[in-house]
C-alpha cells in the first residue's frame, strides 16, 4: 500500500475559523488595519507591535462604544497595558479575542486618557462590524468622535496650563511612554533631587510618570532566557528577553499530533471521512 503525508498547513482542513491579525501602534498611534469584518468563531489577534518601528510605544485595547469612543465599556474587554522596549526586536506581546456575535464591536487605545496626549484623542480607535462609510455607525462617524474629544483635551489643557515661568525647573522628567522613551529625561532643572514627599528611585531604579488623573508605570526588566530548539533533525540554541506577563508560545508544542486516513478501503470512501485536526498536526491518506 502506498501512504500520503499532507501537512496540515497546506490544507484549509475543516475549520471555518479566521484569524485576523491586527498590528498595534506599528507605524504610528493607529491600529492596522483599523476596521475589519468578521464572522462568529473568527479570532481577532492584536501585536504589539507585529513589526520592527523606530521607537515602541506602551498601547492597549479597551472595548467603548460608537457613543463614548474614549470611554470603557462596563463589562467590556480590556486588554491592559503592553509596554515594549524600544531596544525590542522580537518576541512582541499579543493579545487575542475571539468574535462571539457580529454586533459591531468598538475599541480604543486608553493610553494618556482624559489628557491632551490622549493617544484615543489622536484617533488611535478599533472597530469590527461597523456599518458602512455614511452610515451612522461607520467607521469613519466613530473616529471623528474621537478626534472631536481629542480636540476638546487639547484646548482643556492649554487653559489649565501655567505661565512658563511657573514651572517648576526640577521633579521628574516627563517623556514617558510615547513621549521620548520609558520616563522622560530623569530629574531635570535646577536642583537634582526629586520634590520634597515623594519617593527618590534607587540606583537602576526607572521613577514613574504621573500625568493629570493616570500614572504610566516604568520600564519592564527583561531576564535573559536560553532555549535549545529543536524541529526534526534540526536543533539550535535561541537567547531572548523575556518580560512579566508575555503571552505563552502559540502553538503550546512543535509536535502535533498524526491522522490516519484510509482511502477506499471499504468502498468509495474516506475513513474516517472527516477529522478534527490541530496546526502541525499531519493526516496520512493510505491507498
Same mark, same amino acid.
Given at each position: 500500500?502506498?501512504?500520503?503525508?499532507?501537512?496540515?498547513?497546506?490544507?484549509?482542513?475543516?475549520?471555518?475559523?479566521?484569524?485576523?491579525?491586527?498590528?498595534?501602534?506599528?507605524?504610528?498611534?493607529?491600529?492596522?488595519?483599523?476596521?475589519?469584518?468578521?464572522?462568529?468563531?473568527?479570532?481577532?489577534?492584536?501585536?504589539?507591535?507585529?513589526?520592527?518601528?523606530?521607537e515602541q510605544k506602551n498601547h492597549s485595547l479597551v472595548q467603548s462604544s460608537l457613543d463614548s469612543p474614549c470611554g470603557p465599556k462596563e463589562?467590556?474587554?480590556?486588554?491592559?497595558?503592553?509596554?515594549?522596549?524600544?531596544?525590542?526586536?522580537?518576541?512582541?506581546?499579543?493579545?487575542?479575542? @475571539?468574535?462571539?456575535? $457580529?454586533?459591531?464591536?468598538?475599541? *480604543?487605545?486608553?493610553? %494618556? =486618557?482624559? !489628557? &491632551?496626549? +490622549?493617544?484615543? /484623542?489622536?484617533?488611535?480607535?478599533?472597530?469590527?462590524?461597523?456599518?458602512?462609510?455614511?452610515?451612522?455607525?461607520?467607521?469613519?462617524?466613530?473616529?471623528?468622535?474621537?478626534?472631536?474629544?481629542?480636540?476638546?483635551?487639547?484646548?482643556?489643557?492649554?487653559?489649565?496650563?501655567?505661565?512658563?515661568?511657573e514651572t517648576p525647573a526640577g521633579g521628574y522628567g516627563g517623556g514617558g511612554y510615547g513621549g521620548g522613551g520609558y520616563g522622560g529625561g530623569?530629574?531635570?532643572?535646577?536642583?537634582?533631587?526629586?520634590?520634597?514627599?515623594?519617593?527618590?528611585?534607587?540606583?537602576?531604579?526607572?521613577?514613574?510618570?504621573?500625568?493629570?488623573?493616570?500614572?504610566?508605570?516604568?520600564?519592564?526588566?527583561?531576564?535573559?532566557?536560553?532555549?535549545?530548539?529543536?524541529?526534526? @533533525?534540526?536543533?539550535? $540554541?535561541?537567547?531572548?528577553?523575556? *518580560?512579566?506577563?508575555? %503571552? =505563552?508560545? !502559540? &502553538?503550546? +508544542?512543535?509536535? /502535533?499530533?498524526?491522522?490516519?486516513?484510509?482511502?477506499?478501503?471499504?468502498?468509495?470512501?474516506?475513513?474516517?471521512?472527516?477529522v478534527q485536526a490541530k496546526p502541525r498536526d499531519k493526516i496520512v491518506f493510505t491507498l
Amino acid at each position: 500500500m502506498l501512504s500520503y503525508t499532507l501537512g496540515l498547513a497546506l490544507i484549509p482542513a475543516f475549520a471555518s475559523a479566521y484569524i485576523h491579525n491586527i498590528k498595534v501602534g506599528a507605524g504610528g498611534l493607529t491600529f492596522d488595519p483599523p476596521a475589519i469584518g468578521a464572522q462568529i468563531g473568527d479570532q481577532v489577534v492584536f501585536h504589539f507591535p507585529l513589526i520592527v518601528v523606530t521607537e515602541q510605544k506602551n498601547h492597549s485595547l479597551v472595548q467603548s462604544s460608537l457613543d463614548s469612543p474614549c470611554g470603557p465599556k462596563e463589562g467590556g474587554i480590556n486588554s491592559g497595558f503592553f509596554p515594549v522596549p524600544a531596544n525590542q526586536t522580537d518576541h512582541f506581546p499579543t493579545f487575542a479575542m @475571539t468574535i462571539e456575535n $457580529t454586533d459591531p464591536f468598538w475599541a *480604543y487605545c486608553s493610553q %494618556a =486618557a482624559r !489628557t &491632551p496626549n +490622549s493617544h484615543c /484623542g489622536a484617533g488611535m480607535v478599533f472597530s469590527v462590524n461597523c456599518g458602512p462609510d455614511g452610515a451612522p455607525n461607520s467607521f469613519e462617524n466613530f473616529r471623528n468622535s474621537a478626534l472631536e474629544i481629542g480636540k476638546q483635551l487639547k484646548a482643556e489643557g492649554e487653559v489649565q496650563a501655567p505661565p512658563a515661568e511657573e514651572t517648576p525647573a526640577g521633579g521628574y522628567g516627563g517623556g514617558g511612554y510615547g513621549g521620548g522613551g520609558y520616563g522622560g529625561g530623569g530629574y531635570g532643572g535646577g536642583e537634582d533631587k526629586p520634590a520634597e514627599g515623594s519617593h527618590e528611585p534607587a540606583a537602576g531604579e526607572q521613577a514613574p510618570v504621573e500625568g493629570a488623573g493616570y500614572t504610566i508605570a516604568p520600564e519592564p526588566t527583561g531576564t535573559v532566557r536560553t532555549e535549545v530548539v529543536s524541529v526534526e @533533525t534540526a536543533t539550535w $540554541t535561541t537567547t531572548y528577553s523575556s *518580560y512579566p506577563g508575555s %503571552a =505563552a508560545p !502559540t &502553538p503550546g +508544542s512543535i509536535e /502535533g499530533s498524526i491522522i490516519n486516513v484510509d482511502v477506499g478501503k471499504d468502498g468509495l470512501t474516506f475513513s474516517p471521512s472527516q477529522v478534527q485536526a490541530k496546526p502541525r498536526d499531519k493526516i496520512v491518506f493510505t491507498l
